[in-house]
């Protein structure tokens, strides 16, 4: 079962109905003890980072999300979910993240050239880094769908796949059982259903 976190930051009916048609048993819980029972596990996030922090911590579903990830259980984070990932994040102050991948989130304006719109919207090819397990039904060049306005900047390590938007962005990482994905897959049609489908087929490591 892959248990689809719910903290109040998103919403959820565009994944679910992916999984769904991927066949996957996913279940949306906010309950960190059905969490802790899942095979594997997908933080999504819209919104701001501060606020979503909050939230987890809140719930303490940030400790259970740290100690599951620790134990090998895969975890996915999309979009926000995947800046969560990060140490620390630069949205409007400094905040601290879940510290599962080594970087930080910082904003577009001033690194990318001027005359692109903020925020990054619309469908991008993904370079390929480093071979994933993600990417085992998708091929480079292949485009996703973007809606943000920060990315993962120092995650030299763990980046799996860039977006060209002026500069390089991250669009993927993974570092080991923990993948993160700066696009939508629920919203970047049958590439996407590949994707969230190589995620599902993840198991403990």
Same mark, same amino acid.
């Given at each position: 079962?892959?248990?689809?976190?719910?903290?109040?930051?998103?919403?959820?009916? &565009?994944?679910?109905?992916?999984?769904?048609?991927?066949?996957?048993? #996913?279940?949306?819980?906010?309950?960190?003890?059905?969490?802790?029972?899942?095979?594997?596990?997908?933080?999504?996030?819209?919104?701001?980072?501060?606020?979503?922090?909050?939230?987890?911590?809140? &719930?303490?579903?940030? &400790?259970?999300?740290?100690?599951?990830?620790?134990?090998?259980?895969?975890?996915?984070? %999309?979009?926000?979910?995947?800046?969560?990932?990060?140490?620390?994040? +630069?949205? +409007?102050?400094?905040?601290?993240?879940?510290?599962?991948?080594?970087?930080?989130?910082?904003?577009?304006?001033?690194?990318?050239?001027?005359?692109?719109? %903020?925020?990054?919207?619309?469908?991008? #090819?993904?370079?390929?880094?480093?071979? &994933?397990?993600?990417?085992?039904?998708?091929?480079?060049?292949?485009?996703?769908?973007?809606?943000?306005?920060?990315?993962?900047?120092?995650?030299?390590?763990?980046? %799996?796949?860039? #977006?060209?938007?002026?500069?390089?962005?991250?669009?993927?990482?993974?570092?080991?059982?923990?993948?993160?994905?700066?696009?939508?897959?629920?919203?970047?049609?049958?590439?996407?259903?590949? %994707?969230?489908?190589?995620?599902?087929?993840?198991?403990?490591?």
């Amino acid at each position: 079962m892959t248990a689809v976190v719910d903290y109040g930051v998103g919403n959820l009916f &565009s994944l679910c109905s992916s999984l769904k048609a991927i066949g996957a048993e #996913a279940t949306v819980t906010g309950d960190p003890e059905v969490i802790k029972k899942a095979d594997r596990i997908i933080l999504p996030g819209v919104g701001a980072f501060e606020d979503a922090a909050k939230k987890l911590r809140d &719930s303490g579903i940030d &400790s259970v999300i740290i100690e599951q990830a620790k134990a090998g259980v895969p975890l996915m984070g %999309i979009c926000l979910g995947m800046q969560l990932l990060f140490e620390e994040s +630069y949205e +409007y102050g400094r905040h601290i993240g879940l510290g599962l991948i080594q970087g930080k989130v910082v904003g577009m304006k001033d690194r990318i050239p001027e005359e692109l719109d %903020i925020p990054h919207m619309g469908w991008n #090819a993904l370079k390929f880094h480093k071979a &994933s397990p993600l990417f085992k039904y998708i091929n480079e060049g292949d485009c996703v769908y973007f809606v943000h306005s920060y990315f993962a900047d120092q995650c030299e390590g763990s980046l %799996i796949a860039s #977006a060209e938007y002026g500069i390089d962005l991250t669009a993927a990482v993974q570092e080991n059982n923990v993948f993160g994905c700066q696009f939508h897959p629920e919203k970047s049609g049958e590439v996407g259903l590949k %994707i969230l489908k190589a995620f599902c087929e993840e198991g403990k490591k």
